[in-house]
């Protein structure tokens, strides 16, 4: 026995090992030929060096800023408000989503304000919130929570009235009750699409915030760095924010992607 598990393992280990580099060698293909194009586009003079640096001046303004600079703090106020921002619209959307999924009537009577808010541009409503809250951090996340908070709502209320009707019919077959149906049947079903709704929030209320910072008031911010380095036409700056802002929204994505697959991993079973 001993035997035969000896000669699987270091038979079996390189090959997994090869399946997964084999799998990174197609995720790193797509960054290369973007930077390859972008340095062809630099060196070539395709675009004007006034409005194209080179990549290798860019990622390397990145890491500058970033070690020692003002980069890093402008990262952490605008991850430090996005997340405020979306824990604001986790805590209240999701319940808000689940109740109004609960019943076909409640939805329907405020289906045509959810859908009229969540077809506003968020930014449309920067001047009622600055009314309300002033120039400060609270209207940057209010105005994010908004725009996420509604994304959540709809989403989370679309999964709940969705529900597998075949689990809710076998539920009550076996004599569930009707908290019992909605606890644990009417709730799981709904997280799949709750979660979509999540990951499109997350991004959305990043975008707000960023906007937010360009133009309401902050003193730190990557929005406010991207402003700031464009008047001085520090483009290289330029470039490399909008490189931590990219690097910040993949990073939520992913984050994201990882608790959806931990938390519903019996999707599709």
Not at 36 to 50: C, E, I, M, N
Not at 82 to 93: E, Q
Not at 168 to 180: C, D, E, L, N, P
Not at 243 to 265: D, H, P, Q
Request: with cysteine; proline share 4%.
């Amino acid at each position: 026995m001993s035997t035969v598990t000896g000669s699987i393992v270091p038979s079996t280990l390189p090959r997994l090992i090869l399946t997964k580099l084999f799998a990174w060698r197609f995720f790193v293909i797509g960054p290369i030929v973007v930077l390859a194009l972008w340095w062809v586009a630099a060196a070539g003079d395709w675009v004007s060096p006034k409005l194209l640096p080179g990549p290798w001046e860019t990622l390397g303004e990145l890491a500058t800023s970033t070690l020692g600079g003002q980069l890093h703090s402008d990262f952490l106020a605008t991850l430090y408000r996005t997340l405020k921002a979306v824990g604001i619209a986790l805590v209240i959307g999701i319940p808000a989503g689940v109740a109004l999924g609960a019943s076909q009537a409640i939805y329907s009577s405020v289906e045509f304000i959810v859908d009229f808010f969540r077809s506003t541009p968020a930014t449309a409503m920067f001047p009622l919130f600055i009314l309300i809250f002033g120039l400060n951090d609270t209207t940057h996340v209010a105005v994010a929570a908004f725009a996420a908070g509604l994304v959540i709502v709809f989403n989370c209320a679309y999964g709940v009235l969705n529900a597998r009707k075949t689990r809710i019919q076998a539920a009550k077959v076996m004599g569930a009750s009707r908290w019992r149906i909605f606890k644990d049947v009417m709730i799981y079903e709904s997280l799949p699409q709750t979660f979509v709704g999540v990951r499109t929030a997350v991004s959305l209320a990043l975008v707000v915030i960023i906007v937010a910072e360009m133009f309401i008031g902050v003193d730190t911010g990557l929005g406010k760095r991207i402003i700031d380095s464009q008047q001085v036409y520090d483009l290289q700056a330029v470039y490399a924010t909008i490189l931590a802002t990219g690097i910040m929204g993949y990073g939520f994505n992913g984050v994201s992607l990882l608790l959806e697959r931990y938390i519903v991993r019996w999707k599709g079973q």
